[in-house]
């Protein structure tokens, strides 16, 4: 990697004419978007306009067909290239790239017979080929990031909805990815532990960390994001401060109706 590629003021991801099908149906159309380093990026946008899609994208989840998608200058998941059909890139390859984007889902995804250590640690030594005192020492390290240094030997089932997604979330981080990327991350969560989740967000924004969120959080798009993206029926319709977003008159009529659903 060149020294201008890795420079901080260039964009961590870039995403250029992508599109998406699924069969017929084109999910996503023409996709134009930059997210730089150290910012948080929000996805906003009516349900099946192609926010979980175009996060997947992103570490290739789902691969898109036309366009391309890169991480500091590399493209994922396609292996470069003119070849048509584009060829994915051998599986270890994939893995490589994805080791370095963070992902954290509406569901938590914790494996239930692990307590919320052995849940972060098992990651780190599947992924990482920790040794079994490193990635428990990791392990509790990011349990405190999110706060949850005191509940590190609890099993999911006994700990709260806000909780578990923590320990996912430190799971995560644990990996020290580059980016993280957030799909509803408080979506499943009762109205009075999304705060909790939150706060940990911000925490992680604070500190520098490059995060895409997909969200219905318009308070938290409104004050923890560089940037807002609205997108509807598969087309990024506008990315802009948040200010210009949630200001008093948004310019779009599309973006202006599906606000007052907020207001
Ligand atoms: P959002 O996250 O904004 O609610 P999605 O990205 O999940 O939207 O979906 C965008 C569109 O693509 C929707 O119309 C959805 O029905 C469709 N879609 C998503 N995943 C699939 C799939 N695996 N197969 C077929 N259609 C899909
Ligand atoms: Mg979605």
């Not at 995804?109 to 005192?133: I, Y």
Request: hydrophobic share 40%; with cysteine; proline share 5%.
């Amino acid at each position: 990697m060149t020294q201008t590629e890795n420079s901080s003021s260039s964009p961590i991801i870039t995403v250029r004419n992508m599109s998406k099908w699924f069969g017929g149906f084109k999910a996503l159309d023409s996709i134009d978007l930059d997210v730089n380093r150290s910012e948080v990026l929000c996805l906003i946008g009516p349900s099946g306009s192609g926010k979980s899609t175009l996060l997947r994208c992103l570490n290739f989840l789902e691969h898109y067909d036309e366009g391309e998608v890169r991480k500091d200058g590399v493209l994922i998941g396609w292996q470069e290239g003119d070849a048509k059909p584009r060829k994915p890139l051998k599986p270890a390859a994939l893995r490589e790239q994805r080791h370095h984007i963070g992902m954290v889902f509406q569901q938590f995804n914790l494996w239930p017979h692990f307590s919320a250590r052995q849940n972060v640690a098992e990651a780190l030594r599947q992924v990482k080929g920790l040794s079994a005192d490193e990635a428990d020492s990791r392990a509790m390290d990011a349990l405190r990031k999110v706060n949850l240094g005191d509940k590190a030997e609890n099993f999911p089932s006994g700990l709260s909805g806000g909780q578990q997604q923590r320990v996912a979330i430190a799971r995560a981080i644990a990996m020290e990815p580059d980016i993280m990327l957030f799909d509803e991350p408080t979506s499943a969560l009762d109205p009075e532990l999304v705060g909790e989740v939150l706060t940990v967000m911000k925490d992680m924004a604070a500190e520098g960390m490059t995060m895409v969120v997909v969200t219905h959080e318009m308070g938290f798009a409104a004050h923890a994001a560089d940037r807002v993206a609205f997108l509807e029926s598969g087309r990024l319709v506008t990315c802009r401060p948040p200010g210009e977003i949630f200001g008093a008159e948004p310019s779009d009529a599309r973006l202006r109706s599906f606000l007052q659903t907020y207001r």
